[in-house]
């Protein structure tokens, strides 16, 4: 299925379901492909699931075998803007990565530390 899919519900990609384009929905499952942009409250990529493309997603859960080759945007619970999360594999020292949010001076301080040699 080729497209662009818009709910306010819960979407699901069966394990034989192949989706190219974009997802926007509350949940969205994927035991199939995708290949696209997704932006949900949650995403799942359970274990025969693949994802290539760009996620903005609040809750994002990967379980083991499932794949997602892309971007990511981590979205505040109630957030109508992504943060922006990077990470670069090739540093030997852990790689800081600082939220980019510009409106709230709350999260100023709030950083992510991430080791590359850690396979996740």
């Known amino acids: 299925m080729e497209g662009r899919l818009r709910s306010s519900l819960n979407v699901s990609v069966g394990v034989n379901g192949q989706f ?6 509350k949940k ?12 949900a409250e949650r ?38 803007a992504p943060r922006q999360l990077t990470h670069t594999s ?4 852990p790689t800081e990565v600082n939220d980019t949010d510009n409106g709230s001076d709350s999260d100023k301080d709030a950083s992510l530390r991430v080791d590359p040699s850690i396979a996740v």
Request: aromatic content about 2%.
């Open 20 to 25: 190219d384009g974009e997802i926007e929905a």
């Open 28 to 39: 969205v499952m994927i035991s199939g492909r995708v290949d696209g942009t997704i932006d």
């Open 43 to 80: 995403l799942e990529i359970v274990s025969t699931g693949r994802v290539t493309g760009e996620i903005k997603v609040t809750e994002l859960v990967i379980e083991p075998g499932g794949q997602f080759s892309g971007t990511s945007q981590i979205k505040e619970a109630g957030e109508s």
């Open 90 to 93: 090739s540093a030997q020292q």
